[in-house]
T-cell receptor, first 114, second 115 residues
Framework: DTAVSQTPKYLVTQMGNDKSIKCEQN?????MYWYKQDSKKFLKIMFSYNNKELIINETVPNRFSPKSPDKAHLNLHINSLELGDSAVYFC?????????????FGPGTRLLVL | AQSVTQLGSHVSVSEGALVLLRCNYS??????LFWYVQYPNQGLQLLLKYTSAATLVKGINGFEAEFKKSETSFHLTKPSAHMSDAAEYFC?????????????FGSGTRLSIRP
């Protein structure tokens, strides 16, 4: 009965590879997010989708491409991985996209690029 | 534009002591304010939030925070710390009056509890 789930939990890969992270929520929420948390715990939003439509697209290299096949899923594909991409990536969801909404976070995907 | 400053990257208190984690915000419009907690190797979960109703907000696990507009602060307190409170705490702000708001997180404060 996990609310927001992510796969994989850990990802170790070589520079230059392409990888995907999947996220699913079973809360019936309309809005989903991707965050990056660096080694100093700083958390920054990357993307947000509302009803499968991209509504927030921060200054992120275009090697990162989100895809939302339906309201319950938001995947993140990363091309040509670089050392600086090593971080923890969190998916989150909220009922709506307004500023007062509580966000529900997944457990994170720990990406290590060698 | 919005920003959040958390004073103190690490706070250590004794079990049973008062917990005070400081947060100051900057916002060009009335803000919504949040405290989230992150336990080791887990995602964030909401402790409490201020959405322009009561200025004293009570959250889970005995935590509360007071919105003080004159001081642009939203400090988090708990009267008596438990060992289970050891975690990373994030203050966050998002603007009201927007249908596609993004939440801005502070840099986090690691709370340690001494036996």
């Amino acid at each position: 009965d996990t609310a927001v789930s992510q796969t994989p939990k850990y990802l170790v890969t070589q520079m230059g590879n392409d990888k995907s992270i999947k996220c699913e929520q079973n809360l019936g929420h309309d809005t989903m997010y991707w965050y990056k948390q660096d080694s100093k715990k700083f958390l920054k939003i990357m993307f947000s989708y509302n009803n499968k439509e991209l509504i927030i697209n921060e200054t992120v290299p275009n090697r990162f491409s989100p895809k939302s096949p339906d309201k319950a899923h938001l995947n993140l594909h990363i091309n040509s991985l670089e050392l600086g991409d090593s971080a923890v990536y969190f998916c989150a969801s909220s009922l709506g996209s307004g500023g007062q909404e509580t966000q529900y976070f997944g457990p994170g995907t720990r990406l290590l690029v060698l | 534009a919005q920003s959040v400053t958390q004073l103190g990257s690490h706070v250590s208190v004794s079990e049973g002591a008062l917990v005070l984690l400081r947060c100051n915000y900057s916002s060009s419009v009335p803000p919504y304010l949040f405290w989230y907690v992150q336990y080791p190797n887990q995602g964030l979960q909401l402790l409490l939030k201020y959405t322009s109703a009561a200025t004293l907000v009570k959250g889970i696990n005995g935590f509360e925070a007071e919105f003080k507009k004159s001081e642009t602060s939203f400090h988090l307190t708990k009267p008596s710390a438990h060992m289970s409170d050891a975690a990373e705490y994030f203050c966050a702000v998002s603007p009201s009056y927007s249908s596609a708001s993004k939440i801005i997180f502070g840099s986090g404060t690691r709370l340690s509890i001494r036996p």
